[in-house]
């Protein structure tokens, strides 16, 4: 996969696109710590700990504290993350229509 391809990919799936760019600069280039990374990325440090907390959160970057480090994730898992969050928001969605429909129903509208 193209590194244009891949940073489409990510964004088509949620992440921002300077978050898919610091994603798939871990996921080839390997472990960083913060001030290597900000530079690489032309980032301010402030930026990027939001960008790795936020990454961190979802699950597609791990932190090293010992050595402030930050790695990626394996692609695939990444998307399967994407895919898990996508089929429960299915199901939320789907109990929400249930509800609504419940509710529909319980107030007796007549139809015209």
């Given at each position: 996969?193209?590194?244009?391809?891949?940073l489409?990919?990510?964004?088509?799936?949620?992440l921002?696109?300077?978050?898919?760019?610091?994603?798939?600069?871990?996921?080839?280039?390997?472990?960083?710590?913060?001030?290597?990374?900000?530079?690489?990325?032309?980032?301010?440090?402030?930026?990027?700990?939001?960008?790795?907390?936020?990454?961190?959160?979802?699950?597609?970057?791990?932190?090293?504290?010992?050595?402030?480090?930050?790695?990626?994730?394996?692609?695939?898992?990444?998307?399967?993350?994407?895919?898990?969050?996508?089929?429960?928001?299915?199901?939320?969605?789907?109990?929400?229509?249930?509800?609504?429909?419940?509710?529909?129903?319980?107030?007796?509208?007549?139809?015209?």
């Open positions: 996969m193209s590194l244009e391809k891949a489409k990919t990510l964004a088509s799936l949620g921002s696109e300077v978050d898919a760019k610091v994603y798939v600069y871990l996921a080839k280039k390997g472990p960083h710590g913060k001030k290597d990374l900000a530079s690489a990325q032309n980032l301010t440090k402030h930026k990027l700990c939001l960008i790795l907390d936020s990454l961190v959160t979802r699950g597609f970057v791990l932190a090293v504290p010992e050595h402030s480090t930050y790695y990626a994730v394996p692609f695939e898992k990444v998307l399967d993350e994407f895919l898990k969050t996508s089929i429960k928001e299915a199901r939320d969605l789907e109990a929400k229509k249930q509800a609504a429909l419940d509710a529909w129903h319980s107030t007796n509208v007549e139809s015209s």
